[in-house]
T-cell receptor
Framework: AQKITQTQPGMFVQEKEAVTLDCTYDTSDPSYGLFWYKQPSSGEMIFLIYQGSYDQQNATEGRYSLNFQKARKSANLVISASQLGDSAMYFCAMREFYGGSQGNLIFGKGTKLSVKP | DAGVTQSPTHLIKTRGQQVTLRCSPKSGHDTVSWYQQALGQGPQFIFQYYEEEERQRGNFPDRFSGHQFPNYSSELNVNALLLGDSALYLC??????????????FGSGTQLSVL
């Protein structure tokens, strides 16, 4: 069963507007972490934001915020004031904490964001 | 402070050949993970090395093997290459035993093409 689902293969947003990238996840582990990474055409995965399953507040990092709805198992990324440099692939990922140890990251298929001038 | 470095950046091989990819982790990191990213897909976990031992492994055949050196750098070896092994191979480093929010730092990857 797919553990991370990103239903938007591609998204367009006008420069300076906000955009939401969707991510739903599936796990039976009560302890887990959710990550968003950006992958520009260079190939490097760039960390954007993290949300822990027990965090009470939604995570924010500059123009990035994570809309975490635990009951719905969703962790949507919100990018405010889009810039041309935000055009890239965006991946949602989950880490399950097996018995206290750190698990590997499980990635979704990604969403390609294109910012229009 | 150098980040994660991978070499080579591009590689072309033919079916049946063997390939070795290399990775140097970010300074201060002791754990290296390898991921395979096929075209149009998200990265898939291959394995993780810490203290020169394979600690975790994803669903990849034994043709995929690795090594970690005392300086924490790592190699990924793939034997008997198949066309389906064509992908971007990403190396990621982190600190072992960190908090659950320990983020992975990725290199720019090695693009492997198998003809």
């Amino acid at each position: 069963a797919q553990k991370i689902t990103q239903t938007q293969p591609g998204m367009f947003v006008q420069e300076k507007e906000a955009v939401t990238l969707d991510c739903t996840y599936d796990t039976s582990d009560p302890s887990y972490g959710l990550f968003w990474y950006k992958q520009p055409s260079s190939g490097e995965m760039i960390f954007l934001i993290y949300q822990g399953s027990y965090d009470q507040q939604n995570a924010t990092e500059g123009r990035y915020s994570l809309n975490f709805q635990k009951a719905r198992k969703s962790a949507n990324l919100v990018i405010s004031a889009s810039q041309l440099g935000d055009s890239a692939m965006y991946f949602c990922a989950m880490r399950e904490f097996y018995g206290g140890s750190q698990g590997n990251l499980i990635f979704g298929k990604g969403t390609k964001l294109s910012v229009k001038p | 402070d150098a980040g994660v470095t991978q070499s080579p950046t591009h590689l072309i091989k033919t079916r049946g050949q063997q390939v070795t990819l290399r990775c140097s982790p970010k300074s201060g990191h002791d754990t290296v993970s390898w991921y395979q990213q096929a075209l149009g897909q998200g990265p898939q976990f291959i394995f993780q090395y810490y203290e020169e031992e394979e600690r975790q492994r994803g669903n990849f055949p034994d043709r995929f093997s690795g090594h970690q050196f005392p300086n924490y750098s790592s190699e990924l070896n793939v034997n008997a290459l198949l066309l389906g092994d064509s992908a971007l191979y990403l190396c990621a480093s982190s600190r072992f035993g960190g908090q659950g929010n320990e983020k992975l730092f990725f290199g720019s990857g090695t693009q492997l093409s198998v003809l």
